[in-house]
């Protein structure tokens, strides 16, 4: 009854921004992402009964939201897996070796883990596909990190409860990085649910952005086979800028940049004039995340640590996706 599993974050090519009406948190669009490796999320669950599940979160005691969306995934594998009766209460410890205010989706890799962590504690044998989509019901994001290398996530159709991440390609298929500018150490101030519910309320550019997006996924994908920077690079960043456009139109509007983010955004494009390539893509927060080629990450890291106002580089590779490792 108890089990520790570990994931990685992993940051979209083309982004997911907003859901279906229908419920099941259910993409409106579709999404592509890598796994990072290095960073990491490490989950122990154990199955040790009480009136409540019980969750600490880097080495602090959690209660609220985090505590209630433990419980929904842990519900739905015990329902998933086949389990009848009464689920023991569990006591989740979990933390991340990488900060959480540096905009690396620490929700993806937390539930991706403690999906695969919960399955391993209650022997429920449910495939990284089922995880998939009980992880992606909590935080869509999740549902990506599952898998390692390059993931896609489908947009959802009409009220389907099924809707899990897809493996596209292993983590050796493009020796990709991604070096991430963090602008800032502050922590964000609207979430991503609740950003995106505020975005397709008020946006009257969000209709644009759920019919558009598709396309420039498509290209995305075809890239990312081709493994063809000069083809992916273009595509992300108009995701990247599409999508925070489609939030920035929001009524009062959602502004994840500062000063820095814009300078950075600049200073990448000035970089690859001449230079090596270079494409940025940002999410719900400031910080600004550069693909390169491997054999230029030593470059295009010494660039960006150079712009001014950013505070330090994180550099990652391509990596596995949630495992059981006890
Ligand atoms: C993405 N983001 O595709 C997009 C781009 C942020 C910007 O998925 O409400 O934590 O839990 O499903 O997955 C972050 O949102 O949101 C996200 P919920 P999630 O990576």
């Known amino acids: 009854m108890k089990a520790t599993a570990v994931a990685h974050p992993n940051i979209a090519l083309a982004k997911y921004w907003g859901k279906l009406p229908e419920g099941h948190n259910l993409p409106a669009v579709p999404s592509l992402s890598v796994t990072l490796a ?4 490490r989950t122990e ?10 969750l600490t979160l880097d080495g602090e005691v959690a209660t609220g939201r985090p505590v209630a969306r433990v419980t929904q995934l842990l519900d739905l594998v015990w329902n998933e897996g086949g389990r009848d009766g009464e689920r023991p209460r569990a006591t989740v410890v979990s933390a991340n070796d990488f900060p959480t205010a540096a905009g690396l989706a620490s929700s993806a890799s937390a539930f991706a883990a403690l999906a695969a962590a919960a399955n391993g504690a209650l022997e429920t044998d449910l495939t990284a596909a089922q995880l998939s989509c009980i992880a992606r019901r909590v935080s869509a994001s999740a549902g990506r990190s599952l898998f390692g290398g390059f993931v896609e996530l489908p947009a959802g159709v009409g009220a389907q409860a099924h809707l899990p991440a897809v493996p596209l390609a292993g983590p050796d298929h493009w020796d990709l990085r991604l070096v991430v500018a963090v602008t800032t150490e502050e922590k964000k101030e609207v979430g991503s649910t609740e950003g995106m519910k505020h975005t397709a ?19 995305v994908k075809t890239a990312v086979v081709a493994r063809d920077l000069a083809a992916l690079g273009p595509a992300l960043e108009q995701s990247a800028l599409a999508m925070h456009a489609t939030a920035m139109a929001a009524d009062p509007g959602l ?12 200073a990448v494009r000035q970089l690859r004039r001449g230079g090596p390539p270079a494409f940025f893509t940002i999410d719900a927060g400031p910080h600004v995340k550069v693909f390169c080629r491997a054999d230029d990450v030593a470059a295009i890291s ?4 150079a712009i001014e106002g950013v505070k330090r580089v994180i550099v990652a590779a391509p ?5 059981v490792v006890e």
């Not at 290095?38 to 999320?41: C, E, P």
């Not at 990596?319 to 495992?323: D, F, K, L, V």
Request: charged residues 20%.
């Open 201 to 219: 309320a008020t946006s009257p550019l969000y209709d644009a952005w759920v019919s558009s997006a598709p396309a420039i996924y498509e290209r």
């Open 38 to 41: 290095g960073m990491t999320t």
């Open 45 to 54: 669950v154990h199955f040790d009964g009480g009136a409540e599940d019980r």
């Open 302 to 305: 010494a660039g960006v640590e």
């Open 319 to 323: 990596g596995e996706g949630a495992r």
């Open 255 to 266: 502004l994840y940049w500062n000063d820095v983010t814009l300078r950075t955004m600049h």
